[in-house]
Nanobody, 124 residues
């Protein structure tokens, strides 16, 4: 049974920064990849960024490119999402998730384990 725990959310002013953390526990390995998703009120859960555990390949949703950076610490089994230049459209609950098998990082349907989510609120 896998377990993911997010932290680092909070309230920040527009233009500010936050760093989210996700500690991954899915057995002997951390799976194929870990991704960050977000869900704003009344909207679907959308892909934000993903990273593979074996070779650090990354992929970003278009609106966060150049502002968000995903990274990981293998020893700590932790994935980070550094978010800069935040704006009100970034307000959402942010979830991390891990998939065990290879495939498109942005495909939400293929993720096997999810965290509980952390709220990010950007005030204008």
């Amino acid at each position: 049974q896998g377990q993911l725990v997010e932290s680092g959310g909070g309230l920040v002013q527009a233009g500010g920064s936050l760093r989210l953390s996700c500690t991954v526990s899915v057995g002997a390995t951390s799976g194929y990849a870990t991704g960050w998703f977000r869900q704003a009120p009344g909207k679907e859960r959308d892909f934000v960024a993903g990273i593979t555990w074996s070779d650090d390949s990354t992929y970003y949703e278009e609106s966060v490119k150049g502002r968000f950076t995903i990274s990981k610490d293998n020893a700590k089994k932790t994935v980070y999402l550094q978010m800069n230049s935040l704006n009100s459209e970034d307000t959402a609950v942010y979830y991390c998730a891990t998939r065990l098998t290879s495939g498109a990082l942005s495909n939400i349907a293929n993720y096997d384990y999810w965290g509980q989510g952390t709220q990010v609120t950007v005030s204008s």
